[in-house]
């Protein structure tokens, strides 16, 4: 199987994507250019935000499909951000649809990051501290207690314009208080096979949680 994923964000996710996918689907090799695509293989590219990754670079990546004729799925990732999954999927599935030319050697998967990919990264329960120092950590846990509670469902405080922003600032907040560092640019730790490990089980012990992970993951199996 060959997979072209194109992912919306300019620096997490063309870290965690490759990290997460070589232990999800290990026998994936990515490559750096679409021309050398060959057999397992996958192409990774960011569309640098929304509304670019539908505008520009879907039909982009449908082009690089079409010629190269080789890839069995084109994978596009993105946040829902204010939007529901659904009313997300359904503008990726228009523009795939409105693109020229069109997508015909390949199957377009939609994977909706609800809200964003720290959304997902709050599933995992044991980078949660029981007793936090941190002021502000408190009191995120107290307006929505993640560790418990589904994350995608978290709503955002009134100081903050986006759920995006609040789930940033709710998992940075944890990584602080567990004196580690969580960028956009340095993910760390939630970069490793065990994190991942811990979203999974998150996942299967509470399958009404983080279900566009769950979709997520599903898409990685039929990449096997």
Request: aromatic share 10%; proline share 5%; net charge negative.
């Amino acid at each position: 199987m060959n997979a072209y994923i194109l992912v919306e964000g300019k620096r997490c996710e063309r870290k965690l994507y490759p990290a997460w996918l070589s232990a999800i689907a290990p026998h994936l090799q990515q490559v750096k250019d679409p021309n050398k695509i060959a057999s397992n293989n996958y192409f990774l590219f960011s569309g640098e935000g929304y509304p670019s990754i539908l505008d520009v670079h879907l039909g982009n990546a449908i082009r690089d499909i079409e010629k190269v004729g080789r890839f069995d799925f084109l994978i596009v990732a993105l946040d829902s951000d204010e939007d529901s999954a659904a009313a997300r999927e359904e503008a990726v599935i228009a523009a795939a649809e409105n693109a020229t030319p069109a997508l015909t050697t390949a199957t377009l998967e939609v994977v909706i990051q609800h809200r964003c990919i720290e959304t997902w990264l709050l599933a995992n329960r044991r980078i949660f501290v029981r007793n936090p120092e941190n002021y502000e950590l408190r009191n995120y846990i107290e307006h929505y207690d993640a560790r418990q509670l589904n994350p995608e469902e978290m709503p955002k405080p009134p100081e903050f314009n986006t759920h995006a922003q609040f789930h940033y600032a709710y998992l940075r907040a944890i990584f602080e208080e567990r004196k580690i560092s969580y960028t956009k640019t340095r993910p760390g730790e939630a970069a490793t096979s065990a994190y991942l490990e811990q979203i999974m089980s998150r996942a299967k012990d509470c399958p009404d949680h983080i279900q566009s992970f769950s979709r997520f993951l599903d898409i990685c199996r039929k990449l096997s």
